[in-house]
């Protein structure tokens, strides 16, 4: 069945649409009351999120535009140290969607939201003019006991993990754009196991982020910027699987650019470097896992070529892929 704006009247065609597709998809005790707003139990730190979701096509290899955008917010919720707990699902849907498509997509986001442990207790679906494109906005709330991760708190001597290869769901989604056949696959993924194993561990993280849009080189510039520190990355230390090498050659892109949607990049105290990356290679998704590098002092972040030399490594300019995520 086609959307129609109907479905967006609030009237009967709303009310089956909610009911048939995304109640049905998110059933939770919560959600199940349908009131005007979800109550739940609360703790006394909390850390809150809210990201949109545009990307182009709304289904890639190894993932939809459902599960990327409860696996965003869930992984922005755990790079503070937050635990994930509830998080909302607002679509924008554009006349002529197919109701075959939401409910694929609705059931990749219940399942998304059932491995990371969240319920999805609220949600909105509004119908607009345009040509079947599809929008989803999730919000999320995560409860933090013990110490939050942040950026400043970066220091020298500190070590940087990344959780596995970097660029994959950046290649994926512009092999898909570009008609290139190969096996690159997103990485699409909620990394609760990795986080909350390193929390439950006790191990010293001072800082921690996933690295999204703008890539890597994006992400440890603003961590150095945030905390006056210099990141020093070894090259040939940083996973990149290799076929996105390959692609990124080909295509003369810059893998410290290409933005992923399951990997994080954690700052470690060094005593409990090797602790955290053995935590993190036996969790899921964490395989992959390398120490690429550590904190100094000075400022930006500086890479050590595989041939020996030093270069500088800037944040993305301009606007790279758009509609990544
Ligand atoms: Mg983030």
Avoid: W
Wanted: proline share 2%; aromatic share 4%; glycine share 12%.
């Amino acid at each position: 069945m086609k959307i129609t704006l109907a479905h967006g009247s609030g009237g009967a065609s709303t009310k089956e649409l909610i009911e048939q597709i995304f109640a049905a998809s998110y059933n939770n005790p919560v959600l199940d009351m349908m009131e005007d707003s979800a109550v739940v139990d609360g703790s006394k730190k909390i850390a809150i999120t809210t990201d949109s979701f545009v990307v182009d096509p709304i289904f890639f290899k190894g993932g939809n535009i459902g599960r990327l955008a409860v696996c965003g917010t869930v992984n922005d919720l755990l790079m503070r140290g937050a635990t994930p707990k509830y998080i909302t699902s607002a679509f924008i849907i554009e006349e002529g969607a197919d109701t075959k498509d939401l409910k694929l997509i609705a059931a990749a986001m219940a399942q998304a939201a059932k491995e990371a442990g969240v319920y999805i207790v609220a949600g909105d679906t509004k119908v607009i003019n345009g040509n079947g494109g599809i929008y989803i906005n999730t919000s999320g709330v995560g409860f933090i006991d013990g110490p939050d991760f942040c950026s400043s708190r970066c220091k020298e001597d500190d070590v940087i993990i990344v959780s596995g290869s970097m660029g994959d769901h950046h290649a994926a989604i512009l092999s898909h754009r570009m008609g290139i056949k190969n096996d690159i696959v997103s990485d699409v993924a909620p990394l609760c196991e990795m986080v909350l194993a390193l929390k439950n561990k006790g191990i010293e993280v001072h800082a921690m982020r996933d690295v999204t849009r703008g890539g890597l080189g994006t992400v440890l510039n603003e961590l150095a910027d945030a905390s006056k520190t210099c990141f020093e990355l070894e090259e040939d230390k940083i996973p990149v699987n290799e076929q996105v090498r390959s692609f990124v050659k080909l295509l003369g892109l810059n893998i410290m650019h290409m933005g992923n949607e399951g990997k994080l990049v954690a700052v470690v105290a060094k005593k409990d470097a090797n602790e955290a990356l053995r935590i993190i290679r036996e969790s899921k998704y964490g395989e992959n896992a390398a120490i690429i590098g550590s904190v100094t002092s000075g400022d930006g972040v500086v890479m050590k070529t595989a041939i020996g030399g030093k270069k500088k490594v800037g944040i993305l300019i301009g606007e790279g892929l758009p509609r990544i995520c």
